[in-house]
């Protein structure tokens, strides 16, 4: 299984006329930007003179963990706001397990535990999780500084989209599968539902020209997901968890997260289309028939026990999908760390494997919730006149 594709101008070069033009004013504003992050830890280390080294920022609980009004009203909040801030990137992002809510980045820190990888990224909720609470600061109290980082953060966002609607693991763009538009662990599908909260009016000091902005995002981002459903011998099935971003082909990830049609984060993406606009023809297809792999690969009667990497009988238990699924013969598929070959039965990892969730109950809500979805969409395709 080759290694990803990063999203370099050699290949933004073979693309034609006006596609070409956008992809490659995307690349240069992501290298701007690069330049601009690192650019900015430099000068600082500069400033604090000879000798002076980087030092990674502090790993820990991203955010506190309040959530009553009141809260949100407080000088605690307040400062909680100034301690997020001080770790945006100037591009305007933020990056992963990083304590930052509890103080401030200091001179010379990074904004994450790496200087350059995962420096603003949507992994994890990275960048989501502290908009929503800045949102929600500044929503409560005249707050400037929760304001203007949230705005940043917003730009940041639609910086960040691909021309064709999808977005990267990581931004600016870090090369590798980072480059790849990602459903892993829900990373694209955060930002969706953050912008919807955006277009719905949550956060009301945003304004109009960036609610239509984040609607106008959405759209590109619902028609890259419709244009990303593999097809097989002519049928739509699921999705990858991270597609490719030019050719939307599913891609590698990790040396383990090999391309494949994911039982996992396929899940997630049919759920989001759920709660779309069932009215839409493209929508209604595309979980019509990711619905019935869903169905047709469920397996029942079985629980897995993943630290003895074994899946074993057990009436009544289930469904269960696995987390890979082999392309072409749709076969569960394993990887164990840098192989070089799958395997199709979990029991033959080797035991450092069994940390990972090689098997999902995420499928199990597509099934319930269909037959409801399934009616919404009727009657939302018999008010249009059957379209």
Partial sequence: ???????????????????????????????????????LIQQELEGLGEGARWRPAPTGRMLPGRGDRDWYRSEEAREVARNLASFQTPAGG????????????????????????????????????????????????????????????LKYIFDAQYPNGGWPQGYPLEGGYHDNVTFNDGAMLHVLEFLHEVADGRFPFVGEADRRRAREALAGGQSFILAAQVEQD?????????????????????????????????????????????????????????????????????????????????????????????????????VARNAERAVYSVEELPAESNGYAWYTDAGREVLQRYPEWKKKAERAAAESGGD
């Avoid at 299984?1 to 956008?22: F, W, Y």
């Avoid at 992809?23 to 650019?39: N, P, Q, T």
């Avoid at 619905?291 to 469920?298: L, Q, R, S, T, V």
């Fill in 234 to 334: 002519g049928r739509r099935t699921v999705w990858c968890a991270q597609h490719d971003p030019l050719t939307l082909a599913p891609a590698k990830a990790r040396s383990y997260e090999w391309a494949s049609l994911s039982g996992g984060e396929s899940a997630g993406i049919v759920l989001y289309l759920m709660g779309r606009d069932a009215g839409d023809p493209r929508v209604r297809e595309a979980v019509e028939a990711a619905h019935a792999w869903f169905e047709a690969k469920a397996i029942h009667g079985k629980e897995f026990r993943r630290r003895q990497l074994k899946l074993v009988d057990k009436p009544g238990a289930g469904p269960l999908w696995a987390r890979f699924y082999e392309l072409g013969s749709g076969r569960p598929m394993f």
């Fill in 1 to 39: 299984m080759a290694a990803a594709e990063p999203l370099v101008p050699d290949r933004i070069a073979e693309l034609g006329g006006e596609r070409r033009d956008e992809w490659e004013a995307y690349w240069e504003r992501s290298e701007k930007l690069r330049a601009k992050d690192e650019m």
């Fill in 94 to 153: 933020w990056s992963k397990n990083v304590a930052i809510g509890r103080a401030r980045r200091e001179i010379g820190m990074g904004f994450g535990e790496s200087r350059a990888h995962y420096r603003g990224t949507f992994d994890n909720r990275a960048t989501t999780g502290p908009l929503r609470v800045l949102g929600r600061i500044a929503a409560e109290q005249d707050e400037g500084v929760a304001r203007g980082s949230f705005l940043r953060g």
